[in-house]
């Protein structure tokens, strides 16, 4: 019998052929070829070399019948069978169909399909459980601008209630009749910088009076007038009227901070109360969007426009307080916002039915007597208008002229890194501008690019225009030269549009 290799013997025997291990796994080598013996001279009565001399075509531990051959042997194996008809070991069951045609090679190698496999559900290893971070009020992006807004509104509103207490012996107007937004009386917020008219310029009725005109005092708790203009005004005073005087006298009353100053004041918890919760949720809402300066300049420019049209339209005598008007320009860049949108809104047609009642709402409730309609218009339009300018374009439209549908890139209209076009901005490094070039953000620009910007442009120049109009407009004229225009901030019921009319009583005194 053959001798089998020892792990402790100084040679290592190979096994004869009749003896060698089947067991090696058949589809991991070759089976070797037998080959015909051929007797000479030596010993042992076959040609060899050496005695333990092994063949290397006869050796299944050779590399060659390793699991490393199948990737270093490319073309020894081949779809369908064994290779040598004459390997009894090999099993001739082709892995996979031949063609129609029987001398047609395979189509496919099929040493080179995927052979990586999805786990099955055992095999997998446990997985951490996902934790979906809550997204609440605290969760979201801070909204700096909106939280300063507001506590800066809050602080100057408990100075309002502080100063009504001073003056009156009470935070809130009971006497000579109670304050319905539950606040100080009309006449502290006056004195503390509401929007009014005769502090602003010369009006009809007081600089052409034809006697002494006299004012409630901030203190008031009566119905009687004993304070001049420029002690209701406060600040640093205004010229007061004197009898028979004329609408040209100078100098004039030029408070001109009231037109921003009232966006801080409120005439009282309810007023403030509404104001700020929609500031507080949809204004941080609009914030977190379109970025912070975008926000400001809406905001800002919303509620000074309000108050200015509101100066040459509304009553002179009715003071005006609140940011109504610039939450009105936030509300109109939601408009603007879902439109851009629509169609990728799941009801958009819903959205925008709210929002048209909302709006239809507010405006019914600006006819009430004590309210400011024409700051409620005046910011809505100037949302619109400064929202086609910053805002950044209508997803549809931006897909037609090759822009990225990134909402609120900078404001240079580019092409996003995701186009295949190069940016039009740049230039080679040589020129004389730079990185960037004027002439060359045009270059190449579609003709609806154009139109667009035509649009943004025409927006622009609109709001510009109409701001500088109104400015003339209030100082150049003493009294609005449109006659129906007051029926947009009041109902002609039980004389509530005659309440904000300045006008001399028999005893002097201005109502």
């Known amino acids: 019998m053959a001798a089998q290799g020892s792990s402790h013997g100084a040679y290592y025997s190979p096994p004869a052929y009749e003896h060698s291990d089947h067991a ?93 496999y999805a786990p099955e559900p055992g095999m997998m290893e446990p997985q951490p459980p996902h934790t979906r971070r809550k997204k609440g009020f605290f969760h979201k992006k801070i909204a700096y601008v909106t939280y300063i807004l507001t506590l800066a509104q809050i602080i100057v509103f408990i100075v309002e209630l502080v100063r009504s207490g001073q003056l009156t012996g009470t935070p809130v107007q009971t006497k000579p009749q109670f304050n319905p937004m539950v606040g100080p009386s009309a006449y502290i917020q006056i004195n ?23 004012f409630p005092c901030p203190n008031t708790t009566t119905t009687e007038s004993e304070c001049t203009l420029s002690q209701l005004c406060g600040f640093d005073g205004v010229p007061n009227p004197h009898p028979n005087g004329s609408l040209d006298d100078n100098p004039q009353p030029n408070q001109w901070f009231r037109f921003i100053i009232p966006m801080f ?48 339209y509304a009553g002179q ?58 700051s409620h218009l005046g910011g809505f339009t100037m949302g619109l208008a400064l929202g086609l300018c910053i805002m950044r374009s209508p997803n549809a439209l931006r897909e037609r002229i090759g822009l990225a549908r990134s909402p609120y890139v900078a404001m240079s209209g580019g092409v996003a890194s995701e186009n295949a076009q190069p940016d039009p901005t740049k230039v080679p490094s040589g020129s004389k501008f730079g990185k960037y070039s004027p002439t060359a953000f045009f270059r190449g620009r579609k003709p609806l690019w154009w139109a667009w910007w035509l649009v943004r442009l025409g927006a622009l120049v ?24 007051y029926r947009l901030s009041c109902l002609p019921v039980n004389g509530w549009c005659d309440q904000g009319n300045l006008f001399q009583s028999s005893d002097g005194n201005s109502n």
């Open 462 to 485: 609109a709001v510009l225009i109409g701001f500088i109009l109104l400015i003339v407009n209030f100082y150049k004229y003493p009294s609005s030269n449109c006659s129906w225009c």
């Open 317 to 374: 005598g009715e003071a005006s307080t609140g940011c109504s008007g610039a939450l009105f320009g936030i509300l109109a860049l939601f408009i603007l916002d879902l439109l851009y949108t629509w169609g990728e809104r799941q009801n958009p047609w819903v959205e925008l039915i709210i929002m048209i009642l909302g709006i239809a709402i507010s405006f019914v409730l600006g006819l009430l007597p004590g309210l400011d309609n024409f």
């Open 24 to 116: 090696i796994d058949p589809f991991n080598r070759v089976s070797p070829q037998p080959n015909p013996v051929r007797y000479n001279s030596s010993p042992l009565g076959y040609h060899s070399s050496s005695p333990y001399h092994q063949n290397q075509e006869s050796d299944s531990h050779h590399l060659r019948y390793s699991q490393q051959s199948i990737g270093s042997e490319s073309g020894a194996y081949i779809a369908g069978g064994r290779i040598n008809e004459n390997d009894q070991y090999a099993e001739n069951i082709p892995l996979k169909s031949p063609g129609p045609y029987a001398n047609e090679p395979p189509q496919n190698n099929w040493m080179h399909q995927p052979t990586h």
């Open 265 to 312: 004041l409120h005439s009282g918890f309810i007023h403030i109360g509404f104001n700020l919760l929609v500031q507080m949720t949809m204004g941080a809402d609009m914030e977190r969007t379109i970025g912070w300066w975008r926000y400001l300049l809406v905001y800002l420019s919303s509620g000074i426009w309000g108050f200015v049209l509101g100066g040459n």
């Open 192 to 214: 503390m910088g509401a929007r009014y008219t005769p502090c602003m310029k010369n009006v009809p009725g007081v600089q052409n009076a034809t006697q002494p005109i006299n």
